[in-house]
């Protein structure tokens, strides 16, 4: 079987649709026909202003939601990254393969730095991209399902593999991304001209997975959406209420056109009611799920670190031919 292998960092308390739409639910379905690996980067968590307590929590928040949403510990292999030490050392490996330039190039680091300022960014955040590499070629996974957002360091990803296998010999599996069309990307309620993120977007402008049922209808209710009063798919004249019909339809299963007939000539009063009576259908069963799993963290714990013993006898395979082709002495 193929394998395939994403990642979702633990810097939120809940995931959002973002996250559930552009990538968990593929992750699922996934878990059919690949080999997939499905990790938690706390290594990349740590780039960005973080608090120890709150690292520590959401860590095994995240491990909950992604039991939660239908991951299978019995088919995939589920870890958190610093459980396996091998992605920090091929990540050292990479970092002496990768042109400060072409790091320089990667536009995330320029948008998650511009509050602070670039001279007040981590070097972590710099070489972020360059970290995920090695978190794919560890693996030697053929497919990577990731959104639109991660298209430029998937790129890297690919150019550092072959860039290694020219010159060192053939090491690493180059990577396809796996990005899916519809629903790509989703947008921020409150400025739907960004994306949805978990440390970028103001709380307002996120809909979690966990969220409570009334408080999803409120953020709904005072989505950003236009004076033309129509629903109606237009994303590049109309980003807010195409937002909103991507989420409904992704949710439903419907089509955005058959969703948008439904609404003809009712304004968006009706549309967001019915929007929000079906993010609570989504929601409530995912609480009750996280909530169960975060009582007792033992079987956490368990499934936790079945997965890091199984992904250890890949990555440390893979790591091993990287000392051997770059020069370095096997320690005896
Ligand atoms: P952060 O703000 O901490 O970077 P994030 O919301 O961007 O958080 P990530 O953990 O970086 O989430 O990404 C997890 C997965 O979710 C990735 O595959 C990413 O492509 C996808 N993703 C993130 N935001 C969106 C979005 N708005 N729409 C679709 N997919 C998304
Ligand atoms: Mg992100």
């Excluded at 050292?92 to 001279?119: H, P, Y």
């Excluded at 953020?219 to 937002?243: M, Q, W």
């Excluded at 013993?309 to 440390?316: G, I, Q, T």
Aim: with cysteine; glycine share 6%; aromatic share 8%.
């Amino acid at each position: 079987r193929p394998r395939v292998l994403s990642g979702i960092q633990p810097t939120a308390d809940s995931f959002h649709l973002g996250n559930y739409l552009g990538a968990l639910r593929h992750w699922v379905a996934l878990q059919e026909d690949y080999d997939a690996f499905y990790f938690i980067p706390d290594l990349h968590a740590i780039t960005v202003s973080f608090d120890p307590a709150t690292v520590h929590d959401r860590t095994y928040r995240a491990a909950a939601q992604l039991l939660a949403v239908g991951l299978d510990p019995r088919r995939s292999t589920l870890f958190v990254q610093s459980h396996v030490p091998e992605h920090a050392e091929l990540a050292w490996v990479l970092n002496c393969i990768t042109g400060f330039g072409e790091a320089r190039r990667m536009t995330q680091f320029k948008d998650k730095s511009a509050k602070g300022g670039v001279e007040a960014a981590s070097v972590g955040l710099f070489t972020y991209p360059v970290l995920m590499a090695a978190d794919v070629l560890l693996y030697q996974a053929d497919g990577v399902p990731v959104g639109e957002d991660q298209r430029q360091h998937l790129e890297l990803t690919r150019d550092l593999a072959q860039r290694f296998n020219s010159r060192y010999g053939d090491t690493f599996t180059v990577p396809e991304p796996f990005i899916v069309k519809d629903t790509a990307k989703i947008l921020d309620l409150q400025d739907p001209t960004i994306k949805m993120s978990k440390s970028a977007s103001s709380p307002k402008g996120i809909l979690e997975i966990l969220e409570e049922p009334r408080s999803a209808a409120k953020k709904i209710r005072s989505a950003v959406t236009d004076s033309d009063g129509e629903v109606r798919f237009d994303a590049a004249d109309k980003p807010g209420v195409s937002n909103l019909l991507s989420i409904y339809s992704a949710l439903t299963g419907r089509g955005v056109e058959e969703i948008a007939a439904q609404y003809a000539g009712q304004g968006y009063g009706a549309f967001k009611v019915d929007l929000s009576e079906v993010v609570s259908d989504f929601v409530t069963p995912l609480r009750a799920r996280t909530q169960e799993l975060l009582e007792d963290k033992g079987e956490l714990d368990l499934v936790l670190r079945d997965g890091a013993a199984r992904a250890r006898e890949v990555a440390s395979k893979t790591l091993r031919d990287v000392y051997d082709r770059v020069g370095f002495v096997r320690a005896s």
